[in-house]
């Protein structure tokens, strides 16, 4: 029976280790209390006679003693639970049978000892081992009353009494059992759903983790909760601590004030002083017990960029059709304008004449610098020194528009080198110049490229700067938008491709704040080319 109970089969968990360590500090200290109430005070067992105190006292010294080894076992020797379990029980059965001998049988009270070591032994231990403890309980009291009943006159009514503490034995282990079963499924079962959250918990902070919008949780005083490592991207936070948000961005902080007030589900844009960035945010309220609410952080450039790639690749398709579609069409009519010019038929002939060939070099213009568009992502960059390559290009550039050498004037300091594409450069450098001479008074110095070191490490400026009119604030946001111009001349083109050209080769295209005229500044690595 004790190798079908698994006596070596070591099934325990680690709440049962601790249970077992328990249940042997319990019997440590019942046998300590039995110790000390018949060293000090035997006159409290009335029953007892002084040859019977004294055999009482051994029993206690020698229970003490083993359930001390038992206490030492349980926590130095972590194998064969089961048999420590069962060598515990065996303990204690027969100590408190003597015990009960010694203290005249059943109506001495110890018995009910006995109940609850079965009570305990049946929480702490495994398959019917239980029962096993149960029957040795029982053939140890009714062996012990047996015996009684054979020295003295027999007694019916103590033989009833001890068969009620059988049977009290049995259901007490059999109810132990049943509730220790329950407990470890319920223990189970718990353990299972702590795995399970934990799991769930581990998955949505590594899919909160990896998103590309930042998320925040605010509590409703404004101050933030939790955030992932792309909100404290955007926001500029430091580490994983408590902030209030109006540290950090007071108009987000604002617009969370009037959600608060009002609600609704509208999307707010803010910009964040620490990093620079305009976001959009959404709030969103919880089911938490603190009323927390959510906010999504989306980077309002990276949105634009994606618009921008998706913009560049339906360009690509179109350049692929342009290529055949327009440019063999448009060379034609060219080449009969060129025919036509030949013959002279008086001044409104070579009036329309001049206006169709006109109109067809600008729109191959066009499809050149929308075909320039379509390679942009094939960069070669190299380190070009600008003392060298800025002269000439500038002298070709002059003598191509048939201008005097003295328009442009040059200036250099620092580095004066630029990591780029070469034939990327020499478009942006034209279209840049062509721009700037065009709304320009054409005398000279109209015209200043300037070169100097950035204020980063390994960063160079180029600054082409007119004497113009400038550019007014109503244009400023849209100077860079293709086929847009405020000249009747220009294709719209030319400086939205010098700045996607730049975007390409890994430098910045802006419009610097300046008067009169305009000044655009091209900044770039001045090192680093690979």
Not at 151 to 158: E, K, R
Not at 257 to 274: S, T
Not at 279 to 297: G, I
Request: proline letters at 2%; glycine letters at 8%.
């Amino acid at each position: 029976m004790l190798t079908s109970a698994g006596l070596g089969a070591e099934q325990f968990s680690e709440m049962h280790w601790k249970s077992l360590r328990y249940f042997n500090l319990y019997r440590f200290v019942v046998a300590a209390l039995l110790f000390f109430s018949a060293l000090l005070y035997p006159s409290a067992f009335t029953i007892l006679s002084p040859n019977q105190s004294l055999q009482h006292l051994a029993l206690a010294s020698v229970y003490l003693v083993a359930t001390a080894l038992a206490v030492i076992i349980a926590y130095r020797h972590r194998q064969h639970a089961t048999v420590q379990l069962t060598a515990s029980v065996l303990v204690d059965v027969l100590v408190m049978t003597m015990l009960i001998h010694v203290g005249g049988g059943l109506g001495s009270g110890l018995g009910s000892m006995l109940l609850v070591t079965l009570a305990g032994a049946g929480l702490v231990g495994q398959g019917r081992l239980v029962l096993f403890y149960a029957a040795m309980a029982t053939l140890a009291v009714l062996f012990e009353h047996s015996y009684r009943a054979f020295q003295d006159d027999f007694d019916a009514a103590g033989f009833f009494h001890a068969g009620l503490f059988s049977a009290g034995f049995f259901a007490v282990a059999v109810s132990a059992r049943l509730l220790a079963r329950r407990v470890i499924a319920n223990e189970a079962l718990a353990r299972q759903r702590g795995v399970d959250l934990n799991n769930q918990t581990l998955i949505s902070q590594r899919v909160i983790e990896e998103m590309q919008d930042g998320v925040v949780v605010l509590r409703r005083d404004g101050r933030v909760k939790q955030n992932n490592p792309r909100a404290r991207q955007l926001l500029g936070l430091d580490g994983d601590g408590e902030y209030l948000l109006a540290e950090y961005s007071p108009e987000l902080a604002q617009n969370f004030v009037e959600w608060c007030r009002n609600g609704g589900d509208q999307d707010v844009l803010v910009r964040v002083p620490a990093s620079g960035m305009q976001l959009r945010a959404r709030f969103a309220s919880t089911e938490t017990s603190e009323s927390d609410v959510l906010v999504y952080l989306e980077d309002m450039g990276r949105l634009q960029e994606q618009a921008q790639q998706l913009k560049l690749a339906a360009l690509g398709r179109l350049t692929a059709n342009i290529a055949h579609e327009i440019r063999n069409p448009l060379s034609a009519i060219s080449h009969a304008g060129e025919l036509l010019r030949e013959e002279r038929r008086g001044e409104m002939y070579e009036r329309l004449l001049r206006i169709m060939l006109d109109n067809t070099q600008r729109l191959e213009r066009i499809v050149s610098d929308v075909l320039e568009l379509g390679r942009r992502d094939r960069t070669y960059p190299e380190l070009i020194d600008l003392r060298d390559s800025l002269p000439l290009l500038i002298e070709d550039y002059l003598v191509k528009e048939d201008l005097s050498v003295d328009v442009v004037r040059l200036e250099l300091s620092g580095a004066a080198s630029l990591c780029f594409d070469r034939s990327h450069f020499h478009q942006v450098l034209g279209n840049l110049l062509g721009n700037a001479l065009r709304h320009s008074q054409r005398i000279a110095g109209s015209v200043r490229l300037l070169v100097c070191d950035g204020k980063g490490d390994a960063q160079v400026e180029l600054h082409v700067i007119d004497d113009g009119d400038g550019v007014g604030d109503a244009h400023r946001e849209q100077i860079f938008e293709p086929f847009f111009t405020t000249h009747h001349r220009g294709t719209g083109l030319g400086l939205y491709i010098a700045r996607e050209l730049c975007d390409a080769n890994g430098a910045l295209l802006e419009l610097q704040a300046s008067a009169p005229g305009a000044d655009f500044c091209l900044l770039g690595r001045s090192s680093g080319c690979q």
